[in-house]
């Protein structure tokens, strides 16, 4: 057997240190990857290099005749999607993706501006194309390839696996559940690299594609009929009462319920909620339903009343879809809608799904000042984001519907010392213990933003609506939350730790006559209450939450992991728990809710699987087909 030899595979080894190097050039200069570690900055170089050793080593499969002109073609293809990214780049400031390269307005917006964004230096991202090829021509010795064995090419491919499976190691190390959460783009470049990332993204879209292919309209008169059965009549009260105002949605970040009012070392963790539950309708029984879409799914939840996904992130799996989403129905009532967070507006792929949602305006991080001084943990801090937000929200014509995201109570809860205006716990959890903190700081920034809602005139024609995300400790700080708890946190206890508070504030109305609910509620049940509340009939909207003033309102949760909540049962992991013991119980008991549990999710997902809205336009296919026959 003949020696493996370098010189055997010379050529190849230049093109892909070629590219490699280019694409690391292109990171530097072309994109704004941010970079944190010494780590974070070794995976960004070595990233383009599994899949390049990958597709330049399928060269060994080509017939020697055609190898150079396949290394060409792949170097063309390589250097043309390098170039593209980063001509979009320049527009978009984000990553390339499947969809928003078919959706048309995207790309009428880059076809007409093409020639503006093209640089005459983005031709030096074929230079190394020209070096192949000048080789190729005039150097076809050093171009020839032999023939590996097929022991060396076992070798080289469980080299180039080795290689990607490092690369993806060091990742998942650095930003856990990356591919499962997929969290944002530029995270994605920059733990997996540009072309794995284009991989990916394009077996996202496959798959949504094949199964969106396969459902059709006749999949939608089910649910149409379950979803026309458990509606529920709103209260003739409160229908309507908030008719004409601005929405002023916050999202508390990471709040969960049992923090109000609750004390750390004798002083209140939330003094501005507590105070303004006082003036408000407060529901201590509200669980949020989110999955790995975190705040994404909140506002997926938010806005449709649709579950999110089980798996992934709905905002990055499915913002092709059709929706029919509150902002788009509230726009047929003269309202204006935006969301304002001061984070990457591709964070969670924000920027397409609003566009999908029917948003008017996003005020992302661009839209605000951001430095040294007045940022902490995750970004800009709350209290100077609500400050900066006030300006927006006085740009934007009335009625308004506009989404606050706040974000420094976000794990790892960091925090200024000069913002910390209550004690750390101590416990084996660093986390719980900065979490008070964090709270505390965020109620403050909470309560600056209602006084200058007030100074500004904007609070008595506005309904407040707050909400907590999702939860904030998970279940690996159970231990520090026994100690703070004072009780052993049983699954039970788990389930009723995903309450989060939900507040409304209704001027005139809920300061005169402040309510606290008990009914189990969740946050599904948020478009329908905000619809009614704004007085828009929601009869033929599709919509799996009800109304929480409702009196038909059934007290009725389901989390997203099937667990779900009546109002004497808890069931979850298999088993049936007695709220009043909080002890395990009859299965029989829950019973009678399993079915309804599992069918929404199911039915949910049907939908945002199938892209079943597509199919409906605010009338039911019974109707549409009676419609038909006259
Ligand atoms: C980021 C913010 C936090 O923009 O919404 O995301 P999370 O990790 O809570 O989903
Ligand atoms: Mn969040």
């Given at each position: 057997m003949?020696?493996?030899s370098?010189s055997?595979?010379?050529f190849l080894?230049?093109?892909t240190?070629l ?5 690391y050039?292109?990171y530097k200069?072309?994109?704004?990857i941010k ?9 960004l170089?070595i990233?383009?290099l599994?899949f390049?050793?990958l597709?330049f080593?399928l060269?060994?499969?080509i017939k020697e005749?055609?190898r ?8 063309i ?11 979009f780049?320049?527009?978009?400031n984000?990553f ?14 880059l076809?007409?501006s093409?020639?503006?964004l093209?640089k005459?230096?983005?031709?030096l991202l074929?230079?190394d194309?020209a070096?192949i ?11 020839s390839?032999e023939s ?5 090419r076992?070798?080289?491919f469980i ?6 499976f490092?690369?993806l190691?060091l990742?998942e190390?650095?930003r856990p559940?990356l ?6 783009r530029?995270?994605?470049?920059k733990n997996?690299g540009?072309?794995?990332y284009h ?7 496959s798959k949504?594609s094949a199964?969106r ?5 006749s ?8 979803l026309k059965a ?10 309507g009462l908030a ?7 916050i999202?508390?970040?990471s709040?969960?319920s049992f923090?109000?009012n609750e004390k ?8 501005f909620?507590?105070d ?13 339903q989110t999955?790995?879409?975190k705040t994404?799914d ?13 798996r992934g992130a709905v905002?990055?799996t ?7 989403a509150?902002p788009?129905i509230i726009?047929?009532?003269g309202?204006?809608?935006s969301v ?8 969670w792929?924000?920027?397409?799904m609003?566009?999908a ?6 005020f992302?991080?661009n839209d605000?000042?951001?430095n040294e001084?007045?940022s ?6 709350d209290l100077?984001f ?6 927006h929200?006085?740009?934007q014509?009335?009625?308004?519907y ?8 976000h794990f790892?809860?960091e925090?200024d010392?000069?913002?910390k ?6 416990s084996n959890?660093?986390t719980?213990n ?8 965020q109620?403050?920034a909470?309560?600056?933003f ?7 005139g ?5 309904i407040?609506?707050?909400?907590g995300?999702h939860y904030?400790?998970?279940?690996n ?5 026994e ?9 039970f206890?788990s389930v009723q730790?995903?309450r ?6 209704i001027?005139g109305?809920t300061?005169k006559d ?8 969740g946050?599904?049940d948020?478009?329908p ?6 007085g828009?009939?929601?009869?033929e909207d ?6 929480v003033?409702?009196?038909?309102k059934l007290?009725?949760a ?15 992991k ?7 013991t ?9 019973e ?10 199911e039915?949910?997902?049907q939908i ?6 597509r ?8 109707d549409q087909?009676?419609?038909l026959k006259?």
């Amino acid at each position: 057997m003949r020696k493996f030899s370098f010189s055997k595979i010379k050529f190849l080894a230049l093109t892909t240190v070629l590219l490699w190097i280019k694409t690391y050039i292109v990171y530097k200069t072309s994109f704004d990857i941010k970079i944190e570690s010494p780590m974070q900055e070794f995976i960004l170089f070595i990233n383009p290099l599994s899949f390049l050793l990958l597709v330049f080593g399928l060269a060994f499969f080509i017939k020697e005749k055609r190898r150079n002109a396949y290394i060409l073609t792949v170097s063309i293809i390589t250097s043309f999607i390098l170039f593209a990214n980063v001509v979009f780049y320049r527009f978009f400031n984000d990553f390339i993706t499947i969809p928003v390269l078919f959706q048309t307005s995207n790309m009428g917006d880059l076809g007409s501006s093409f020639t503006e964004l093209f640089k005459f230096t983005d031709l030096l991202l074929f230079v190394d194309v020209a070096v192949i090829l000048a080789i190729v021509l005039l150097k076809p010795n050093f171009a020839s390839i032999e023939s590996f064995t097929k022991k060396e090419r076992r070798t080289y491919f469980i080299t180039v696996a080795a290689v990607f499976f490092f690369n993806l190691g060091l990742a998942e190390a650095e930003r856990p559940q990356l591919l499962t959460r997929t969290f944002d783009r530029e995270m994605l470049v920059k733990n997996i690299g540009t072309y794995n990332y284009h991989i990916y993204d394009i077996v996202l879209q496959s798959k949504s594609s094949a199964q969106r292919a396969m459902a059709d309209s006749s999949s939608f008169i089910e649910i149409e009929n379950y979803l026309k059965a458990n509606q529920k009549k709103p209260n003739e009260e409160l229908f309507g009462l908030a008719q004409g105002k601005n929405v002023i949605v916050i999202s508390l970040e990471s709040t969960q319920s049992f923090v109000i009012n609750e004390k750390i070392d004798g002083q209140e963790i939330t003094p501005f909620l507590n105070d303004f539950i006082k003036d408000s309708y407060y529901f201590d029984n509200f669980y949020h339903q989110t999955g790995q879409g975190k705040t994404s799914d909140s506002e997926f939840l938010l806005d449709n009343s649709l579950y999110p996904i089980g798996r992934g992130a709905v905002f990055f799996t499915h913002s092709g879809n059709e929706f029919t989403a509150t902002p788009e129905i509230i726009k047929d009532y003269g309202y204006y809608s935006s969301v304002l967070h001061a984070n990457d507006k591709s964070f969670w792929n924000r920027d397409i799904m609003y566009g999908a949602l029917g948003y008017d305006r996003f005020f992302e991080i661009n839209d605000y000042v951001v430095n040294e001084e007045n940022s902490v943990g995750w970004g800009l801090k709350d209290l100077d984001f609500f400050e900066q937000s006030i300006a927006h929200l006085k740009s934007q014509p009335q009625p308004f519907y506009s989404k606050f995201i706040t974000l420094t109570n976000h794990f790892p809860f960091e925090l200024d010392p000069e913002d910390k205006m209550v004690n750390e716990f101590t416990s084996n959890s660093r986390t719980l213990n900065r979490y008070f903190p964090t709270v505390r700081y965020q109620d403050e920034a909470v309560k600056h933003f209602i006084t200058r809602l007030k100074e500004e005139g904007l609070y008595d024609n506005s309904i407040i609506i707050m909400y907590g995300d999702h939860y904030g400790i998970s279940e690996n700080h159970n231990v520090a939350m026994e100690q703070f708890l004072g009780r052993e946190v049983t699954p039970f206890e788990s389930v009723q730790l995903q309450r989060v508070p939900f507040i409304i504030h209704i001027p005139g109305v809920t300061d005169k006559d402040p309510q606290t609910y008990s009914k189990v509620s969740g946050q599904i049940d948020l478009k329908p209450t905000i619809l009614h509340l704004l007085g828009i009939d929601t009869k033929e909207d599709v919509h799996f939450g009800s109304d929480v003033f409702s009196k038909q309102k059934l007290s009725f949760a389901v989390l997203r992991d099937g667990s779900f909540i009546t109002e004497n049962y808890v069931y979850t992991k298999n088993t049936c728990y007695d709220k009043s013991t909080g002890e395990p119980t009859k299965e029989a008991y829950c019973e009678p809710f399993m079915k309804k549990a599992k069918q929404e999710l199911e039915y949910s997902d049907q939908i945002v699987y199938g892209d079943l809205l597509r199919f409906y336009n605010g009338k039911s296919y019974q109707d549409q087909s009676q419609n038909l026959k006259q």
